[in-house]
């Protein structure tokens, strides 16, 4: 498992962009795995950008959401897909037809759970599966469990992920939905490539888990460990409690950027001097 760790928040999602910018080149038709929340806003603001700029064309491209509430339809303001059309989809050229996503009001969830994960089949898998990361350690609607549900599936959501997401509901925990369908870790996990990405010290606690903690149904984004090609991207802050040789990696970091600070006062003052 591949740990990145960047200076700042706008530095990760720019690279990341960029990064994803290049697999589209390489695969037009690259199907993507999407998450909604705070965390990955920033990364779609810039893959916005790019597309702006000519260097991201999604026209070939597929795209999955990771998961939606349950009872809350397409139209709701507060669902997991209005919110990907807010803060991307719509900003983008992929087709509507290229985008799928939980139906959360369907009225056979079990029946809708099975739909989605033979559409994700028939789509060839995913090639590139982003993540963000719970502060309890969930990915997607995964929560903490002594078992884990392998493929898409209904999920009771915890009292924490329903504060976390009250924001979308006019601050209201009550409003918020007490279950979800969520894309099981099994089908993460069968993802070719995943990157979770994890900004903030209020994630600190659970990148250390995660990195440096056992695997554990506990701690669902842990089973990224077993992935061959898992990637960590994470910002200092986030990465502010990891040890050994990460934690080594983390204060090499500051120092540089120290050090290019430094360096661009001398300049400065020797700009001033002439």
């Known amino acids: ?15 990341l962009a960029a990064d994803v910018a290049r697999a589209l080149r390489s695969n037009p038709r690259l199907v993507l795995g999407l998450p909604a929340g705070r965390t ?11 597309h702006r700029a000519g260097r991201a064309d999604f026209r070939r491209a597929r795209a999955f ?11 709701h303001a507060g669902s997991y897909r209005a919110f990907m059309r807010r803060h991307f989809f719509d900003r983008i ?7 799928d996503a939980p139906r959360g009001g369907a009225r056979d969830v079990e029946r809708e759970c099975a739909r989605y994960e033979r559409a994700i ?10 993540l963000g990361l719970g502060l309890n350690g969930h990915v997607g609607f995964n929560e903490p469990a002594s078992a884990l549900i392998a493929r898409t599936h209904r999920a009771r959501l915890s009292l924490k992920t329903r504060r976390a997401n009250a924001p979308l509901f006019g601050d209201r925990v009550s409003a918020v939905p007490r279950e979800a369908i969520s894309v099981g ?20 606690a659970a990148v250390h888990q995660l990195v440096e903690g056992p695997v554990t149904t506990r701690l669902p984004a842990s089973l990224l460990q077993l992935h061959p090609r898992a990637e960590i ?3 200092r802050d986030a990465a502010s409690r990891l040890r050994g040789a990460r934690a080594a990696a983390l204060r090499r970091l500051r120092r540089s950027r120290r050090g290019r600070s430094r360096g661009r006062r001398a300049a400065a003052r020797a700009r001033g001097s002439r």
């Open 93 to 99: 050229n992929v087709p509507k037809a290229r985008v």
């Open 121 to 130: 089949a028939r789509a060839g898998g995913i090639d590139l599966q982003i």
């Open 65 to 75: 959401n990771l998961d939606e509430f349950v009872g809350v339809t397409a139209k």
């Open 40 to 50: 990955p806003i920033p990364l779609y603001d810039e893959l916005a950008r790019l």
């Open 1 to 15: 498992m591949v740990v990145r760790v960047f200076h700042t928040a706008t530095a990760l999602a720019n690279t």
């Open 185 to 204: 870790m099994a089908t993460i996990l069968e993802a070719r490539r995943v990157v979770l990405i994890a900004t903030g010290e209020s994630k600190a």
């Open 233 to 235: 991207w994470i910002d």
